[in-house]
């Protein structure tokens, strides 16, 4: 018997215009109403790597000081939006759609009882993110949930 045939995975092409978010990020979360002071800004890092060699992009957010969440970036090649599976240290697990062009991003998630929606705009230069976060009870009044700001640090 030979030796097992060696399988490395080739860089996924669907996911090769997110290559402009690899890297080091410092996150900013302002104007959240479930932070005890709506008006503070904190600060954690945000890092986006390449998984598998390429085949997904993984988003891991925070630390202890602020909230730690784990994203999963994947994407059918017969469709131009991607999936975002998402999960946090409060034990909630979310799917999102994603699309991702010409230096717009959005995610959103259409569910019965809370639904969310996020706009975000990459500058540029390609080192910062200005973003907002709105969320819906009933998927037609939407109403601010916070603000993010990704500055990049590598």
Known sequence: MGKPESHSLEHNPALRRLGVLVGDWDMELSGASFLPDPQA???????FKWNEHGAFLVMHQGEKRVPQATWLIGRDESTDLFKVLYFDDRGVSRIYEMSFEN?????????????????????????????????SDDGRKWEHDFYVRYTRQT
């Open 41 to 47: 800004k904190i600060h954690g890092p945000t890092s």
């Open 103 to 135: 230096g717009e991003w959005k995610m959103w998630r259409n569910m019965r009882g809370f639904s969310q929606r996020f706009h975000g705009i990459l500058s540029e230069n390609h080192n910062t993110i200005t973003a907002e976060w709105e969320k």
